[in-house]
Each structure stands twice: as structure tokens, then as C-alpha cells.
């Protein structure tokens, strides 16, 4: 069992709010304010969870600079009124930043066993083998 301080709980509630209100945003056809609400969550959340020293070394190492201008960028782009192109930009920078967990995910979806069933069907194998194999070190 792992053990959480209570500014990691505060900020596994605050990043959990912010994916509700970030899909939330989407289904009511992007609207603007649930999607800048859950944009602001998940990055708050994301500082309490990992530390906030520790956040700014992650989205500013050199080889991810590409990749956090699109994903903060898609951020204000989506506080400043235009959702749809915020929201795309934002996805590409976040495949960006975290590309090279993708890998770890998939190993661990495929263990469980019902998920694990799904990611094996004929269609969805070939794009999650891409997926999983590869070889980007976080």
C-alpha cells in the first residue's frame, strides 16, 4: 500500500475534479469556462501530487520544451476563449510530455483481465504494440 501525504491526497482530488471537468467541458460541446476550470485543476493538482520543484523540472528539461509550449499554450488558448484549437493543442502536447509512460500504461492495462482481453482484439493490437513498444525514456 502506498502511503500519501495529505497535500498528495488534496492534489489526487484536485487532479481527478479537473479530468471530470476537462471531459465534462468536452461533452457539452467545449465549453469554455468547464474546460478552463479543469485545465487549471489538473495542473494545480498535478504541483500537489508531485511537488511543485519537481513539476517545474519536468515541464521545462530542454527536450520537452517543444511539448510544454503546446500543451501550456493549448492552455491559454482555451482560457482565452477558443476551446476547440486549445484542446488540440493541448492532446498534442500532453501525447508529447508523456509519451514515454505510454509504454508503462499499456503493460499495466494489459494485465488486467477484462481490459487486458480488449487490448488484444484483432483492430486495437496493431495501434497498442506501436504504442507499447516504445522506446522513449521519460
Do not use: C
Not at 487490448?119 to 525514456?137: R, T, Y
Amino acid at each position: 500500500m502506498i502511503s500519501l501525504t495529505d497535500s498528495q491526497k488534496i492534489g489526487m482530488g484536485l487532479t481527478g475534479f479537473g479530468v471530470f471537468f476537462l471531459f465534462f467541458g468536452m461533452i457539452l460541446f467545449f465549453d469554455k469556462a468547464l474546460l478552463a476550470i479543469g485545465n487549471i485543476l489538473f495542473v494545480v493538482g498535478l504541483a500537489f501530487v508531485i511537488g511543485l520543484e519537481r513539476t517545474f523540472r519536468f515541464f521545462f528539461q530542454k527536450h520537452k520544451m517543444k511539448a510544454t509550449s503546446f500543451f501550456l499554450g493549448g492552455v491559454f488558448v482555451v482560457l482565452i476563449g477558443w476551446p476547440i484549437v486549445g484542446v488540440v493543442l493541448e492532446f498534442y502536447g500532453f501525447f508529447l510530455l508523456f509519451r514515454g509512460f505510454f509504454p508503462v500504461v499499456v503493460g499495466f492495462i494489459r494485465r488486467i483481465p477484462v481490459l487486458g482481453s480488449l487490448l488484444n482484439l484483432p483492430f486495437i493490437s496493431g495501434f497498442v504494440d506501436k504504442v507499447g513498444e516504445s522506446n522513449n525514456m521519460v
